[in-house]
C-alpha cells in the first residue's frame, strides 16, 4: 500500500475525470461544471474513506508516524485554544445576557437557560469552532500539502518509500478533527458554566435545578445529534481542504483558487450538517 | 502554522507528551459530559413508577417535569396511547421523592395562556400511606386555554348588556332622566314634599293641614293640662272619690251591723215558725171538727128543705 496510494489518491482520478471533463464536446458547460463539482465531492468521500482506513491503522501510529501525529495535534490545538475560549466567552456572555434579558422581560425567565443551552452549546458553539479550526488549522494545513506538492516533497516522500498520506496527510487531518472536537468541548464547558454564573450567580444552590434542565434539553436523540453533528463538523474541516489540494485544480474559467473553492465546498458541508442537525432536533 | 515536514521537527519526546495532555484532557471532558447528562437524566437514581391517564395528552413531553410545591420530583419518561385512546403518561419518580406522593395524591395537568403546560400533584395528607410503585391515576386536567372561547362569549354577552344599558332609549338612560328630574325637583322650592306629592297643591294643602294639625295639637295640650287638673287637682276627680271610698267603707261596716241584727230577727222568726208550725198541727184537728159540723149544718139543711112546704119539685114532667 505504501507504493501504491500516491498514484491511487491522486493519478488515477486526475487523468480519468479530468479528460472527461476536459473533452470539448457534447457536454455544456453547465453540465460539465456541475459533473465536475460532483466529481470533487466524490473525490472528498473517497479520500476520506482512505483516511479512516489509515487512522484504523495500527501502524500508522507506530515510530515517526506516531512524533508527526503529536507534533501536529498539539501544533493544531494549543495555539487557537486559549484565544477560541476567550472568544467564545466573550460571544457567550454577550448572548446570554441578551436571552436572559429579553426572557425576563417577556416574564419567561424560566425558559432562559433551557434557551441559552440549546442556542449557544447545541448551535454555536460547535459551528464556532469548527469554523474556528478550519480558519486556524485546517486551511494551513491544507496549503503545506499543496506547498509540499508544488515543491515536490510530497512526490519525493513517495519515491522514498516513505507513504506521504500516512506521514504527512493523516497527521494533519486528525489534528483538525481533534481540534474541532477540542474547542467544543471545552468552549461548551466554559459556556456552560457562564451561563450559570451570569443566570444563579456565584452560588451552588441552583445546581440541582439546573442539571435538571440540562438533562431535558439533552434528552438521547438531542445527544445523538450533538455528537454526530460534531464528529461531522470535525471530519468536514480535516477532510475537505486537504482533498481539495490534493485532488482539485484551478478553475480557468471561473478564475477560482483551489484554496476558494475548499473553503466554499467546507462551508457547504458544515451548513448541510448544521442543517440536517436542525432538523433532527426541530422537526 | 506553516511547518515543513519531519526533517524539522521540534523535540518529539516533550511534544507527545502534550499532546497525549490533549488527548487526555478531551476524554476526560467527553467522558465528564457523558457521566454528567446520565446523571442529568436520572441514569444514577433509583425510581419508580407512576401512570397518569389522560384524555389529552397535548404539550406534555418526554423530559418534562412533575412538581410538587413547585419543585420537579418526577419526569416523564414515555407517553403512549392506550387502545381505548387514553393517554398514558409514565413517570419516573425518584425513590427519594416518592415520599411526597401518597394514596390520596392529586394530578393535574394544567396548561397555560402561553402553551406552557405543567404537570403538578398535590398531597393534602402527608400522613396517608404511600404511593405505591406503578400505581395509575386520572388526571385532573385544567386548561386555561379551554376557557378563553367561553370568557370570550361571555364578554361579547356583557358587552352587549352594557351596550342595551347605556343606550338613548334604554331603561337606564330613562331612569337616569327621571333621577335627574327628581333630583331638580328636590332642588325645588317645596323639595322631597314637592317630589313626592308631584304637583304644587297637594303640597300646600299638605302644608295646611300640618299648620291646622300643629294647631289642634296645641289646644289637645291644652286641654289635657286642664283635665289633669279636673282630675288631679286639690278638687278634683281623684280625691273626691277617694272621700266617697272612704265614705263607702263606713255605710259598708254599718251594713254589716244591720245585717247581724237581721240575722237575730231570723233567729226569732226561725222560733216564731216553729211555733206557727205547732199551731198548723192543731189547725188540723180544729179542720176536721169544723168539716163535721158543717156536714151536719149541711144534713140539717137539707132535712129541713125537705121538710118545708115551700120546697122546690124537683121532678121533671114530661108532657
Known amino acids: 500500500m505504501r507504493g501504491r496510494v500516491p498514484a491511487r489518491c491522486g493519478a488515477p482520478y486526475d487523468s480519468g475525470m479530468n479528460s472527461l471533463l476536459s473533452s470539448r464536446g457534447p457536454l455544456p458547460d453547465l453540465g460539465r461544471s456541475t459533473l465536475t463539482w460532483f466529481a470533487g465531492w466524490w473525490r472528498i468521500i473517497h479520500f476520506g474513506a482512505l483516511i479512516l482506513v489509515l487512522a484504523l491503522s495500527p501502524s500508522s501510529y507506530a515510530g515517526p508516524n506516531r512524533s508527526a501525529l503529536a507534533r501536529h495535534v498539539y501544533l493544531g490545538t494549543a495555539p487557537i485554544l486559549l484565544w477560541f475560549i476567550v472568544l467564545s466567552s466573550l460571544i457567550s456572555l454577550v448572548i446570554i445576557r441578551i436571552v436572559v434579558v429579553t426572557a425576563v422581560s417577556y416574564g419567561l425567565s424560566q425558559y432562559a437557560l433551557e434557551m441559552v443551552v440549546r442556542v449557544l452549546v447545541l448551535e454555536l458553539i460547535p459551528l464556532t469552532a469548527a469554523v474556528f479550526v478550519a480558519l486556524g488549522c485546517a486551511l494551513p494545513n491544507a496549503e503545506d500539502i499543496a506547498g509540499m506538492r508544488t515543491r515536490g516533497e510530497y512526490d519525493a516522500l513517495a519515491q522514498q518509500g516513505v507513504d506521504p498520506l500516512r506521514h504527512e496527510v493523516l497527521p494533519r487531518v486528525a489534528s483538525a478533527m481533534f481540534s474541532v472536537l477540542m474547542l467544543a468541548a471545552v468552549s461548551c464547558v466554559v459556556t456552560a458554566v457562564l451561563a450559570y454564573v451570569s443566570i444563579y450567580g456565584f452560588t451552588l444552590g441552583a445546581f440541582a435545578g439546573y442539571t435538571r434542565t440540562f438533562g431535558q434539553v439533552f434528552n438521547p436523540a438531542v445527544s445523538m445529534i450533538f455528537a454526530l453533528k460534531s464528529f461531522f463538523f470535525g471530519l468536514a474541516v480535516a477532510l475537505i481542504p486537504v482533498a481539495s489540494v490534493l485532488y482539485d485544480r484551478p478553475r480557468g474559467r471561473m478564475r477560482m483558487s483551489v484554496e476558494l473553492q475548499s473553503l466554499i465546498r467546507l462551508f457547504l458541508a458544515l451548513l448541510l450538517v448544521e442543517v440536517a442537525s436542525l432538523v433532527g432536533n426541530y422537526y | ?319
Open chain 2, 1 to 319: 502554522m506553516k511547518e515543513e515536514p519531519s526533517s524539522a521537527s521540534p523535540p518529539a519526546a516533550n511534544l507527545e507528551f502534550k499532546a497525549a495532555l490533549l488527548l487526555a484532557l478531551l476524554f476526560l471532558l467527553i467522558a465528564g459530559a457523558v457521566v454528567y447528562l446520565l446523571y442529568a437524566r436520572g441514569a444514577f437514581e433509583e425510581s419508580q413508577q407512576l401512570v397518569l391517564m389522560v384524555d389529552d395528552s397535548d404539550g406534555v413531553a418526554v423530559g418534562m417535569n412533575l412538581t410538587f410545591s413547585g419543585f420537579p420530583i418526577g419526569r416523564v419518561r414515555r407517553i403512549e396511547l392506550t387502545e381505548d385512546g387514553v393517554a398514558r403518561i409514565i413517570i419516573d419518580v425518584p425513590h427519594e421523592d416518592a415520599r411526597w406522593l401518597r394514596e390520596s395524591s392529586v394530578f393535574t395537568l394544567t396548561r397555560g395562556l402561553l402553551g406552557n403546560t405543567a404537570l403538578k400533584a398535590y398531597s393534602g395528607i402527608l400522613s396517608d400511606p404511600p404511593l405505591a410503585d406503578g400505581a395509575v391515576r386520572k388526571v385532573l386536567v385544567g386548561d386555561a386555554t379551554a376557557e378563553i372561547p367561553r370568557l370570550v362569549a361571555d364578554m361579547r354577552e356583557l358587552v352587549s348588556n352594557l351596550k342595551a344599558l347605556s343606550a338613548e332609549d334604554s331603561s337606564l338612560s330613562a331612569s337616569l332622566g327621571n333621577v335627574r328630574d327628581l333630583t331638580e325637583k328636590l332642588k325645588g322650592p317645596r323639595g322631597a314634599l314637592g317630589m313626592l306629592l308631584g304637583n304644587e297643591a297637594d303640597a300646600k294643602k299638605l302644608v295646611t293641614a300640618l299648620d291646622r294639625t300643629n294647631a289642634l295639637l296645641a289646644r289637645v295640650d291644652g286641654l289635657a293640662a286642664k283635665a289633669d287638673a279636673q282630675a288631679f287637682g286639690p278638687a278634683g276627680l281623684v280625691p273626691e272619690a277617694r272621700a266617697a271610698i272612704v265614705q263607702l267603707n263606713a255605710a259598708l261596716t254599718d251594713a254589716r251591723t244591720s245585717l247581724k241584727k237581721v240575722d237575730g230577727i231570723l233567729a226569732d222568726a226561725q222560733v216564731a215558725a216553729g211555733n206557727a208550725r205547732d199551731a198548723t198541727a192543731d189547725l188540723a184537728t180544729l179542720r176536721a171538727e169544723v168539716d163535721t159540723s158543717l156536714r151536719k149544718v149541711g144534713r140539717m139543711i137539707d132535712e129541713v128543705n125537705r121538710r118545708w112546704p115551700f120546697a122546690r119539685d124537683p121532678k121533671l114532667k114530661l108532657p
